[in-house]
């Protein structure tokens, strides 16, 4: 595996996975750092392969970073850090919790656990976040949170939001799966709402395998937090040997692992490296589209806020043979996402999100990932430039 400064100076496309129809470049790549092999060697060989000290160091340096006077709390998967800050926002069965209906479906799976009832709120049509004057619309004294969700590491338009939350003095949950390293109107992603979720899923910013940060800013909170992702036991009084000590809440087995921190700590001194380096190839690709006919990159005129640059998105006309273009000169796509709606389990497709249906058939997902240089960039935007 070349070191991150490499990447920038060489194009290593003989080093792609190979796609269905030969040699190209790959719409997602992990990036693995060369320490994290040695951080999980090192694991492998100590008392600790559960959660022990690394998870509690990788908590530390990534509040640290990224969770302003918050703490960080490291589970097993970006999901169960939805699940959980669910459970602490206090979430009831019955109550309605306004979501985007354009996101992972990991978003709303964990309602389905909990009874609560999903209200889906439009995208909107600039950055496929969420709707704010759809939030609006729907929010009531059912309401008990709105969840938002950065699509593609583009925050949301948090002022608003928090406003309309204030309003009716309930939280809102950040989905920040997409949006490590982002910044609104000077603040960091993880430091703004009561709860942000983070994902460090296999081809996230940085990821542990699988794994999950949620930053909680109510310090009173954490204690629950300890408990609840560990079968509701309270592992500090266990630890001193107290079997006195009851379990009176219902628990899940969310922790992280000492292997996922190793390579999340390895991660983490790489991580202005790598930040830098997906939002060059977004910047490349904002330079190289700008004025090509039938595409409109998504997310890229926002001077108050920063890109996480995990995705890049834009709409194109003739989705299929524009993929089918790509995919002629070796280049994958895909739209990655899909509106939630169109699930059975999650109440089947909706007529009340018109600017979903109106980007439905139009958005596309490009190359972004480590493994790939600026000069992957520009011929990738030399094809479309071609027409399709």
Known sequence: MKNVEALHKEKPMNELPVMNDGEGIVLFHPYVPKAAI????????????????????????????????????????????????????????????????????????????????IVFADVDPNTLNISVPHVRELINEKTKAIVCVHYGGLPCDMTELLAIANEYNIPVIEDAAHALGATYKGKKIGEISPFTMFSFQA?????????????????????????????????????????????????????????????????????????????????????????????????????????????????????????????????ESGQVHYRNDRYSILGGRRDDLPNMDAVEENYIVLPLHMHMTVEDVEYICSVIKKGW
Not at 49 to 70: L, N
Not at 97 to 103: A, D, E, G, Q, R
Not at 222 to 234: K, L, N
Request: aromatic share 10%.
């Open 38 to 117: 040695q951080g999980v060697t090192d694991v492998l060989q100590s008392r600790w392969i559960g959660q022990g000290p690394r998870v509690a160091q990788f908590e530390k340096e990534f509040s640290h970073r990224f969770a302003g006077s918050g703490t960080s709390l490291a589970v097993g998967s970006g999901t169960d850090a939805l699940h959980l800050a669910y459970l602490l926002a206090g979430l009831q069965e019955g109550d309605e919790v306004i979501t985007p209906v354009f996101t992972c479906t990991a978003t709303s799976i964990p309602f389905l656990y909990m009874g609560v009832k």
């Open 203 to 331: 081809i996230k910013h940085i990821t542990t395998g699988d794994g999950g940060m949620l930053i909680v800013q109510n310090k009173e909170l954490v204690a629950q937090a300890e408990r609840i992702r560990w079968f509701g036991i309270d592992r500090s009084n266990k630890q001193k040997g107290t079997w006195e000590n009851d379990i009176w809440e219902v628990g899940y087995k969310y922790q992280m692992t000492d292997i996922s921190a190793a390579m999340g700590l390895a991660a983490l001194q790489e991580f202005d490296l790598i930040l830098a380096h997906r939002q060059k190839l977004f910047e490349a690709y904002k330079v190289g589209l700008k004025g090509s006919a039938g595409i409109k990159l998504i997310g890229a005129e926002y001077a108050d806020r920063t890109h996480a640059a995990w995705l890049c998105t834009a709409l194109v006309e003739k989705r299929m043979e524009f993929m089918k273009f790509l995919r002629d000169h070796k280049i």
